[in-house]
């Protein structure tokens, strides 16, 4: 199958890196269109860096490529996964009246031997602000033609055409959504994985509506968690990874009360949470117990931490399970 597919091309330019990239995220920061509703960045250097990472990735096999379409247009495209990307920058941004995104990938390609690549596969040469680009055969699941745009072998820019185009613009002052989170201290784009997200009223309005239809045993806990999650405006989260994977986050609720009420919300799953694993794995308790959560008008904060070896027990234990389930006749 020659057709290049949009989740393959996309694997195969966000894998994580070991190579230190020419860009940071927060350069690639100053490319997303001013208009996006959420942005997440990995420092896939970084992390790649970490063994634990490294050991995970490495079984995977649609990111090592092994798997038979990835893996031709890996050889074909002279792209190693694991190696040629740094840092990825994904953002959602308004298509019409639907919401589209566009990567921004710093790392090392052959920019020769990528483009004839997805030519092979069906892609359409074109020009975008100055910079090769190719339109995919296939499309995206709204319909709307797939662009990658090649401006230098340290940047492949994927998405819709307005999207790309924007993001191939002079690199302009950071937007709103960022710029305010990390005014306030929320934010910390040299973490090696972070997200900011505005909430789409939409998605509010349904929580909202779906805590009225809730009914019978349990339903005040779960109503009023619905409730609070709907007055949630905008998210923010961010993780290191060390010897421990360190974590914090914040919501940002629409006005105080309701931001008291989503943090005895939080406080309350984390309790039934220690519960539910107080037999089972009693040291994910103690993980849970640490977890600190903090309220500052209408902002709701939380930070906690889990030692990497207590990931890697349950990565192993899970693995096992599945193995025997799989061999249950």
Known sequence: MRTLTLATLLVALAAPAALAGPQTAAQLLRSVPVDASAVVAIDGAALRAHPAVHAWLVRQRVLTGTDGDAR?????????????????????????????????????????????????????????AGSPAY?????????????????????VVVGGEPAVTMALAPPHAVLPLAADEISAGRLDVRAPFWLVATVPAQVRSHARAAAERVHGEGADA?????FASGTVRRVVAQATLG??????????????????????????ALAA??????????????????????????????????PVALLERLAAEHRCGAEAERRRP
């Open 72 to 128: 031709r247009f890996f050889d074909d495209a002279g792209l190693d996964p694991l190696r040629d990307v740094d840092v990825a920058v994904v953002a959602a941004v308004p298509d019409g009246d639907r919401t589209g995104g566009v990567a921004l990938l710093a790392g090392h390609y052959d920019t020769a031997a990528l483009g004839a690549a997805l030519v092979k596969r069906g892609a359409q040469a074109l020009t975008i």
């Open 135 to 155: 339109r995919l055969a296939s499309e995206h699941e709204h319909g709307g033609p797939v662009v990658v745009a090649l401006p230098s072998a340290e940047l």
């Open 222 to 226: 779960v109503r009023g968690a619905l």
């Open 243 to 268: 010897e421990t994977l360190t974590f914090s986050g914040a919501a940002v609720a629409d006005t105080p009360e309701n931001a008291e009420l989503l943090r005895d919300t939080v406080k309350g």
């Open 273 to 306: 949470a220690r519960l539910h694993f107080q037999d089972s794995t009693p040291d994910l308790v103690d993980v849970l117990r640490g977890v600190e959560l903090r309220l500052d008008g209408p902002v709701v904060a939380a930070k906690g931490s889990i």
